[in-house]
Structures are given as C-alpha cells and as structure tokens.
C-alpha cells in the first residue's frame, strides 16, 4: 500500500508520522501522478492545494482493477479489501 500527495517530503514524513500510518507517503510535488490518475482540482478550486481522494486498487502486472472515489472514510478499507477478495478468488 502507498499513499500519495502534493506535500513535500518533510512534510508527508510528518504527517505520517503523526497520524501512525504503517505505510509509505509518495510525494507528488509536480502533480505529476495526480494528473495520471485524473485526481487534480481544478485551479481556482477551493481545495485546488489537495488531491481528490481517491484509491486505485492495481494488480501485480500494474493494471487498474478498481478506482474509487473515497466519500465514506470510515468504510473504505473494508470495501477495498472486500474488492481485492474477489479479484483473488
């Protein structure tokens, strides 16, 4: 699992950090990968400094299996776990 952002290393490192996560921040300064995954606000948006959330489930050979528009936090995980169950059945 990796996550990614638009926050610089440090400050990925930090909230990381912070927030316990057992995984790896990616830093997407140049937007780069956001714009790959169609997950950049528009400019002039009010969140235009942050990435839509999203999750994108891949398999080994690097194919897109699933995307996800994340609205529910809470059940999120469960949903993509579920997801993947089935992909590896």
Same mark, same amino acid.
């Given at each position: 699992?990796? #996550?990614?952002?638009?926050? /610089?290393? +440090?400050?990925?490192?930090?909230?990381? /950090?912070?927030?316990?996560?057992?995984?790896?921040?990616?830093? +997407?300064? +140049?937007?780069?990968? #956001? /714009?790959?995954? #169609?997950?950049?606000?528009?400019?002039?948006?009010?969140?235009?400094?942050?990435?839509?959330?999203?999750?994108?489930?891949?398999?080994?050979?690097?194919?897109?299996?699933?995307?996800?528009?994340? /609205?529910?936090?809470?059940?999120?995980?469960?949903?993509?776990?579920? +997801?993947?169950?089935?992909?590896?059945?």
């Amino acid at each position: 699992m990796l #996550g990614a952002s638009f926050d /610089t290393p +440090d400050e990925n490192l930090a909230f990381a /950090t912070a927030q316990g996560f057992a995984y790896r921040l990616l830093s +997407d300064v +140049d937007r780069a990968v #956001g /714009t790959a995954y #169609g997950v950049v606000r528009p400019s002039g948006h009010q969140y235009s400094d942050y990435p839509e959330r999203a999750s994108f489930l891949i398999d080994p050979d690097g194919i897109v299996r699933r995307a996800y528009e994340v /609205t529910d936090v809470a059940r999120h995980a469960a949903d993509v776990l579920a +997801d993947l169950a089935v992909l590896q059945a």
